[in-house]
C-alpha cells in the first residue's frame, strides 16, 4: 500500500508562488500514475494535474495550464506541483494521489481511477 503525505501549502497573496511536495512511501517502485487534485468548499474533487511514468510531461486542467508544472523525482519518490501566477480561485485542499495503473486518456482526471490519497494541504490566495 502506498502513503501520500503532501508538504507545502499555505497563504499567499494573488500573484505568489507555492510550491506542493507529495512524498510516497512506496520504496521499491514508483506509483505508475500520480497527480494533484483540488476540493473548495462546496466543490467537487477536480484534477489540476497529472503525471504517468515513465514520461516526463503532466496533463493539466485548462484552468492552470501555463501557470502550474508537474513534476516527479523518482529517485526520491517525490511528486511536486510549482503553482505561479495563483489567483483566489486556486484556493482549495490540494490532494495528491497515486495509483499501479495508467489510466485511459479520457479518465487521466478521474478521481476513481487514483487508488491512493493523501490527506491533503490548504492553499489559501488572498486578493
Known amino acids: 500500500r502506498v502513503q501520500l503525505v503532501e508538504s507545502g501549502g499555505g497563504l499567499v497573496q494573488a500573484g505568489g508562488s507555492l510550491r506542493l511536495s507529495c512524498a510516497a512511501s512506496?520504496?521499491?517502485?514508483?506509483?505508475?500514475?500520480m497527480g494533484w487534485f483540488r476540493q473548495a468548499p462546496g466543490k467537487e474533487r477536480e484534477g489540476v494535474a497529472v503525471?504517468?511514468?515513465?514520461?516526463?510531461?503532466?496533463y493539466y486542467d485548462d484552468s492552470v495550464k501555463g501557470r502550474f508544472t508537474i513534476s516527479r523525482d523518482n529517485a526520491k519518490n517525490t511528486l511536486y506541483l510549482q503553482m505561479n501566477d495563483l489567483t483566489p480561485e486556486d484556493t482549495a485542499m490540494y490532494y495528491c494521489?497515486?495509483?499501479?495503473?495508467?489510466?485511459?486518456?479520457?479518465?487521466?482526471?478521474?478521481?476513481?481511477?487514483?487508488?491512493?490519497w493523501g490527506q491533503g494541504t490548504q492553499v489559501t490566495v488572498s486578493s
Open positions: 494521489a497515486a495509483d499501479d495503473w495508467v489510466p485511459a486518456a479520457s479518465r487521466r482526471f478521474s478521481t476513481y481511477d487514483y487508488r491512493y
Open positions: 503525471i504517468f511514468n515513465p514520461s516526463r510531461d503532466g
Open positions: 512506496e520504496s521499491s517502485v514508483s506509483p505508475a500514475a
